[in-house]
């Protein structure tokens, strides 16, 4: 094996990248006039029909019109601040081989940090690492900015938290979570 210096990697970038990548934006950028900041997600239903139509996985296109929608949110804290209290929520949905609760808020002063664990089930069987694709929303009158902000674990367990923005309210009665596992699930989990 030899070794070499460092050399930027070749980009063949030409007019036919170049013109499709206009015409995305130019299709982003009306997407974004209609939606007036409202985030739209397609049901899993026509995720799966494109899937097979274009031939990408659903975890991408999931990702895409997650980065789109998150392109609309206006605020994120750099540091969610001082603790103030722990509300919690125990929501618990099994989904195939892996029990899901959702255990938690962490109220601190610019945000709320809840707290997705993760069980697999068949203890039997090997999982490996679980690196879960998940994306949390919120239903609530109030629109709040979601962004995962960690995870860890090992085994068959994992954790995951998201930092919500601004802070949720210390009475959750008014508020539905919602989560979707990038891969083939679609979960909700509701206060009752």
């Known amino acids: 094996m030899g070794w070499t210096e460092f050399q930027p ?16 934006l130019k299709l982003l ?3 974004k006039t209609l ?3 409202k985030r739209y997600f397609p049901p899993y239903e026509i995720m799966e029909e494109w899937a097979k ?4 996985d659903i975890p991408h296109i999931s990702w895409l019109f997650y980065s789109v929608n998150n392109g609309s949110t206006p605020f994120r804290p750099d540091e969610p601040g001082e603790l103030l209290t722990v509300i919690p929520i125990m929501k618990k949905s099994v989904v195939g081989d892996f029990e899901y609760v959702l255990t938690h808020s962490m109220q601190h002063k610019n945000a709320s940090l809840i707290t997705l664990e993760i069980k697999q089930l068949n203890e039997d069987v090997e999982a490996g690492h679980l690196l879960p694709q998940l994306i949390l ?3 609530s009158p109030i629109k709040y900015n979601v962004n995962r902000n960690g ?6 367990q994992t954790q995951v938290r998201f930092l919500v923005s601004p802070r949720l309210p210390e009475d959750l009665k ?18 009752k």
């Open 29 to 31: 950028s009306e997407r």
């Open 137 to 139: 929303e919120i239903i």
């Open 174 to 191: 008014a508020s539905h979570f919602r989560w979707f596992l990038m891969l083939h699930l679609w979960k909700v989990l509701q206060k």
């Open 151 to 156: 995870s860890r674990g090992g085994g068959g």
């Open 35 to 37: 939606t007036k900041g």
């Open 9 to 24: 990697i070749r980009n063949e970038y030409n007019e036919q990248f170049k013109s499709i990548d206009e015409g995305l």
């Open 53 to 56: 139509k274009y031939k990408l």
